[in-house]
């Protein structure tokens, strides 16, 4: 993860992006590369990116399914903690930070549901259980009661941003 605020270069890493051709995938709505652009870059099943503030987060995967998510730890003005964390509260409540942990939570659904390709709208984020370890960043996720066939892996970039990446069980 690179803080887009620092000019970075990573060495053996070239590409312009418009070289990167984008396409829909079929009855996805998440992008997808064009077969051209796949033999261009290299072997790349999937990718995503994420991005809130100044963090970009960027995952890519040789094969299987990755999806990422990114964000701000903020309540917006004028709204007490409670009512923004909403469904969540009975998740947060007994937490001391509990907005970071609810934005952990947030983070490992988007995380879930963009590596799935079905996005927020079409999901129902009830069905997604979130457990926090409280004293690491380890996630566990459930989905209609059952584990979620993703590994996920979140965490804290700063004081003010937390971040999880789903991935398929394996991939490094």
């Known amino acids: 993860m690179v803080d887009t605020q620092q000019q970075q270069q990573m060495p053996g890493v070239r590409a312009d992006m418009s070289d990167i051709v984008l396409c829909e995938g079929s009855g996805s709505t998440k992008p997808v590369l064009a077969d051209a ?34 964000a701000r730890i903020h309540c917006p003005e004028g709204m007490a903690h409670s009512e923004y964390v909403g469904e969540f ?18 983070t490992a659904k988007e995380a879930y549901v963009k590596a799935l390709g079905t996005g927020i709208a079409d999901t129902d984020l009830a069905t997604i259980d979130v457990c926090l370890a409280h004293n690491a960043d380890g996630v ?4 209609d009661g059952k584990c979620a066939p993703l590994e996920f892996v979140s965490g ?3 004081n003010c941003h937390v971040y999880c990446v789903a991935v398929t069980p394996g991939v490094t």
């Open 89 to 106: 509260e009975m998740q947060v409540k007994q937490s001391p930070a509990i907005l970071r942990d609810f934005y952990r939570i947030w």
């Open 156 to 158: 804290t970039l700063d």
């Open 37 to 70: 652009c796949k033999q261009r870059i290299g072997n790349v099943a999937d990718f995503n990116i994420s991005h809130d503030g100044g963090w970009v987060l960027a995952g890519v995967t040789g094969r299987g399914m990755i999806g990422v998510d990114v």
């Open 140 to 143: 566990d996720v459930q989905v």
